[in-house]
């Protein structure tokens, strides 16, 4: 499941409008590729981002280029800058590439206009820091012309070179985050974030890629595993960059906006998982404690207990409850794909059978509550033992107050769930 908040906070900057990026025309030296007339198909596209990168940049190209020329594959070279000041888009033009001007800051912004503007049947995409070798590139087009919509580097099989990758990178965040990625999406890739992937033009338009920045690398993998498209790994080497002024990424900022990215686009790991676990606790703890006080060593757990127990209970079902509204939101947008288990879920557990489990926890917490008035009226209405009283009236009230939220969230699900058509004005 994916990250709403984050696609509703870049659904409008994926307009053309406010981002779209404007063509150079190419001009070429004369040891230039040839390339492809208007008649015969590009079948490959190399699209590298572009931020300041004059130093390395023309390293990528002549790489890229060889490529080409040695493979015999008929192609493009496509830099996507993103506003350089040091002459980028000139080493570009000179040595043949296509420069498209993305006025959009953010890595994933560059490669989403870079990407629309190419015109192969195939894309590969590589950082143009020099940390990716262009010149071997056939492992990916072998594996797309087989058929791969996505095919991505794993540069733990091909090699780390001494400096290429810093220690937090190489040993915490790229293992840590892609094994939450396979664990959340069960995405069958072991480098989440390796720069240098190649898919096809068709499953990159099925994706529909929202993000901007640095996340823009995990939500590919997430979409291409949401999407059911064929993916698979080649070995990729990765070689310390030749620059030298920093890298643009921010190893714990950049992490963070990755996990970030994957928790809000997993309702069930943000959510339903972690409610279901505080309902489970909640509940145990408060059947536990219901007929009398109960001791751990010298601690004794009584009615303070249980009233922390139920609130525990609100809470878990609250926050699966807002997992499943996520999720119907998700699919009614188009977000995602239903799935034929969700199509299950969402025919079993209907608005009516909100409103029927919502009249039974309703039910049971007026029973408990009718209970608790009629012990009250045998002392007279005079004052209770708040030890005993209390055992029957926080559950009770716990259930009274589960039943509104079930019908509240049952007819909001329902709203969310209803297919909607856009009417044009001219109909």
């Known amino acids: 499941m994916r990250g709403l908040d984050a696609l509703a906070s870049t659904n409008e900057t994926s307009k053309p409008e406010r981002g779209a990026p404007a063509s150079r025309s190419d001009a070429r030296l004369p040891d230039a590729p040839r390339s492809p007339t208007n008649e015969e198909a590009i079948e490959l596209t190399i699209v590298m981002p572009c931020l300041d990168e004059a130093e390395t940049l023309a390293a990528c190209l002549h790489k890229a280029r060889r490529f080409l020329e040695q493979s015999g594959i008929a192609g493009e070279l496509i830099v996507a800058d993103n506003g350089s000041s040091d002459g980028s888009q000139s080493i ?24 629309r503007a190419a015109r192969g049947r195939y894309v590969v995409m590589g950082d143009s820091d020099d940390s990716y070798d262009f010149s071997v590139l056939q492992p990916f087009v072998d594996k797309l012309r087989e058929g791969y919509d996505l095919v991505m580097g794993n ?21 840590v985050l892609s094994t939450i990625g396979k ?11 390796c720069g240098l992937r190649g898919f096809s033009k068709a499953a990159f338009e099925n994706m529909d890629l929202r993000t901007t920045g640095m996340e823009y690398a ?8 949401l999407g059911g498209m064929r993916m698979c790994e080649v070995p990729t080497t990765l070689s310390p960059d030749g620059r030298s002024r920093p890298p643009h990424l921010r190893p714990w900022r950049d992490g963070w906006r990755h996990l970030r990215f994957m928790l809000v686009y997993s ?74 288990r969700f199509n299950k879920l969402f025919s079993v557990f209907n608005l009516e059978l909100g409103i029927i489990l919502s009249a039974l926890l309703l039910a049971v917490g007026l029973m408990g509550s009718v209970a608790a008035f009629y012990n009250w009226q045998l002392v007279g209405f005079g004052p209770l033992d708040a030890r005993v009283s209390l055992r029957i009236v926080i559950p009770s009230a716990t259930a009274i107050a589960l039943s509104i939220q079930m019908l509240c969230n049952s007819f ?8 909607v058509r856009t009417f044009h004005s001219n109909e």
């Not at 909001?412 to 297919?419: D, K, N, R």
Request: aromatic residues 14%; charged residues 10%.
């Open 92 to 115: 570009a033009t000179e040595l043949g590439a296509r420069v498209v001007d993305v006025h959009m800051r953010g890595y994933g912004a560059a490669l989403y206009y870079g990407t």
């Open 267 to 340: 309702p069930r790991w943000l959510f339903v998982y972690p409610g279901l676990l505080l309902m489970l606790a909640g509940l145990l703890l408060a059947q536990w404690i219901a007929t009398g006080p109960r001791y751990i060593g010298n601690v004794g757990l009584d009615v303070n207990t249980l009233v922390y127990a139920c609130m525990t209970v609100l809470v878990g079902f609250q926050c699966t409850a807002f997992g499943a509204l996520s999720s119907v939101f998700a699919v009614q947008q188009g977000l995602v794909p239903a799935t034929p």
């Open 155 to 175: 540069r733990f099989r091909g090699g780390i070179k001494p400096g290429a990758m810093p220690w937090k990178n190489r040993y915490l965040g790229n293992p």
């Open 183 to 193: 664990m959340f999406f069960r995405a069958p890739v072991d480098d989440f974030h």
């Open 412 to 419: 909001f699900a329902s709203v969310l769930g209803l297919s």
């Open 218 to 225: 995990s939500e590919m993998v997430i979409k291409a595993t």
